[in-house]
Structure formats: structure tokens, C-alpha cells
């Protein structure tokens, strides 16, 4: 949940979220149309039809009609349904909580976020009394979160050098390699044996006593050659996982046995490495604060959405 309650930097952000949950909730043609419609839920003194939960999960519904299939299907589509009711719910205690903090939406904050959204290719219709409710409702959302929960909210430096000494790895740099390679490629569809049999003549070669870089020079196909091969510095992970594990074990100085990918034969000599390490507090402290401010913004949300449903009335009919 975020907020709308003022024009800032955050409103861009804040009017893609409205559109996201406004599309991916949103169907034209409601699965329960066919239906005949009954009270699912009560909550407090208002109503949720079953048409409203048929509507809710129907994007759901949708997806999953199409990747499973019998018993399987129907088990996910009762509980993307008890979700759809849930979160109807959850968002009917936060309007007429809304409504009970006097919080409103002036209609031309409807309007700008109706326009966002359309310059972000969503197919709400301005005219429509449904789509201009909806968009006022998740704006109304957004404020009463912002007044009950984001605006409490202090993060600490404690706090920060807590989460950074519990989540280190979260901030770690990958061990970085200085590599060379000889590459040799094969000639045609059919020369792989050809390109072993010269791959096999440049291990010799190394084993023999030759200099890399000269080896590299004499046989390697690669865009490097003339440099000796060098490839210069690498990160973990960065390379394909077949060469990734033939150089993991390497110390600087040592060459691998002949690798084989669809580029071709590689044989690679590990110059030099550069342990993984970790980035200093300072140079994460404004992302240190965003994940902090965050995960303390989701724990109190479900706690205020706890405290909501513990002191009113909710009857399932489901």
C-alpha cells in the first residue's frame, strides 16, 4: 500500500501501482454474469455478493483455466476465490475505515490519476461511474494507509546497521576473475574434431612450457588473440555456467583442461582473483533505508489490517 495524499516524485510511483492493481483487477466481462447472485460475506453493515468475488479473481481465474487442469485446477480456483473474498474484505474494512477517519479524494485527483493511467495504455473509460469509483476507492486506500501506517513510521541508524549486519550477503559483490583464453572454433558444422585435435596441439604447447599469451596468439580464434588472449576482469556468474564451473576451482596462474561450449573449445588461465566483498554501510545506507522502511511499512499494515478485523463484524456465507 502506498500513498497519494501529496504531488511528489513518489506520485509517478505511486499512480503505476493504482494502474497495476486497477488492470489486474478489472474485467470487462464478469465470469458471474451467468450467475445467480447471493451474499457471500457481511461486514459490518455492508455486502459482499458473489458477483463482486467473481469479478475479483476473474483475471485469476483466466490464468489459471489455461496452465492446469482437473482436480489440480479446481483446488487453485477455490483458493484464488477464499484470496479474491479475503482481500474484498480487507479493502471494505479499510474504506469504511476511511470513511470513519473522514479521509477523501477531491475529484480532480480522480482525474489526474485517470489520465496517468491512460498515458500508461490502461483501457478504463473516464465516463464510466464504475471505473472512476474504482480509481477514487484504491486512492482512498492508499491515504488511509499513508495516515494509519507510513506516517508513524521512523527507521532508526541502529535499525539500518542491525538489517545490514543480519542481511550482509544481500550486499555482497561477486568474486571477480582476471582471465585469459585460447578459443578455438570449429570450422564448419562437422569440424569439431578438427578444432579438438588444434586444441589438444595448444595444451601441449602450455604443458611444454610455452608462454599462454603465445599460444594464444599462434591458435586462438578469439577477438583477443593478439592481446595474448587476455579477457580481462569478470564477475562470478557472469560467464556461461559450464565455463563458471571449470574455473571455480582455478588458482591464479592455473589453466584449465579443455572446455567445451557453443562458441567453440575454450582453455582458460586464471590470472588473477578478487575475492567476494562486501559494500560498506555508507554505500548502502539509502537502500539500507528503503528495505527497512519498507519491511516495517508491511509489518504494520498487517497489523492494522489485524486490529481492523478484530473489533468489527465479519460473517462469511461462502
Not at 483475471?59 to 483455466?65: G, K, V
Not at 478504463?124 to 492508499?142: F, G, K
Not at 576482469?233 to 592455473?254: F, M, N, S
Request: net charge neutral.
Amino acid at each position: 500500500m502506498t500513498t497519494a495524499s501529496h504531488k511528489s516524485p513518489r506520485e509517478l510511483l505511486l499512480l503505476s501501482a493504482l494502474t497495476f492493481f486497477l488492470f489486474a483487477n478489472w474485467s470487462p466481462h464478469p465470469a458471474s454474469a451467468h450467475l445467480q447472485d447471493r451474499i457471500v460475506a457481511i461486514v459490518n453493515s455492508e455486502l459482499i455478493m458473489l458477483s463482486d468475488v467473481q469479478r475479483e479473481f476473474a483475471a485469476e481465474q483466466e490464468r489459471l483455466s489455461r496452465t492446469h487442469r482437473g482436480t489440480d485446477l479446481a483446488q487453485r480456483l477455490k483458493t484464488a476465490e477464499y484470496m479474491a473474498l479475503t482481500k474484498l474484505i480487507e479493502r471494505k474494512l479499510q474504506l469504511q475505515e476511511a470513511k470513519a477517519k473522514k479521509v477523501e479524494v477531491a475529484d480532480v485527483e480522480v482525474k489526474q490519476a485517470l489520465e496517468q493511467m491512460k498515458r500508461q495504455g490502461t483501457s478504463l473509460d473516464p465516463t464510466s461511474p464504475s471505473d472512476l469509483q474504482a480509481v477514487r476507492d484504491q486512492l482512498l486506500l492508499m491515504r488511509v494507509a499513508d495516515l494509519q501506517i507510513r506516517s508513524n513510521i521512523m527507521v532508526g541508524d541502529s535499525e539500518l546497521k542491525r538489517y545490514y549486519q543480519d542481511h550482509r550477503e544481500r550486499f555482497a559483490l561477486s568474486e571477480e576473475y582476471e582471465l585469459s583464453q585460447i578459443l578455438i572454433r570449429p570450422r564448419s558444422s562437422d569440424g569439431l574434431a578438427d578444432a579438438l585435435t588444434k586444441a589438444r596441439r595448444a595444451m601441449n604447447d602450455l604443458k611444454q612450457g610455452e608462454k599462454f599469451e603465445d599460444v594464444a596468439r599462434e591458435y586462438s580464434d578469439g577477438d583477443n588473440a593478439l592481446q595474448g588472449g587476455r579477457l580481462g576482469l569478470v564477475r562470478q556468474g557472469e560467464l556461461i555456467p559450464t565455463i563458471d564451473q571449470a574455473i571455480a576451482r582455478l588458482v591464479p596462474g592455473g589453466i584449465s583442461d579443455i572446455i567445451e561450449s557453443p562458441e567453440g573449445l575454450h582453455i582458460i588461465r586464471m590470472d588473477d582473483r578478487k575475492p567476494k566483498r562486501f559494500r560498506k554501510y555508507e554505500e548502502v545506507q539509502r537502500e539500507l533505508q528503503e528495505l527497512v522502511y519498507r519491511q516495517k511499512s508491511e509489518d504494520m499494515y498487517q497489523s492494522w489490517l489485524t486490529e481492523l478485523k478484530n473489533k468489527s463484524y465479519i460473517e462469511i456465507k461462502f
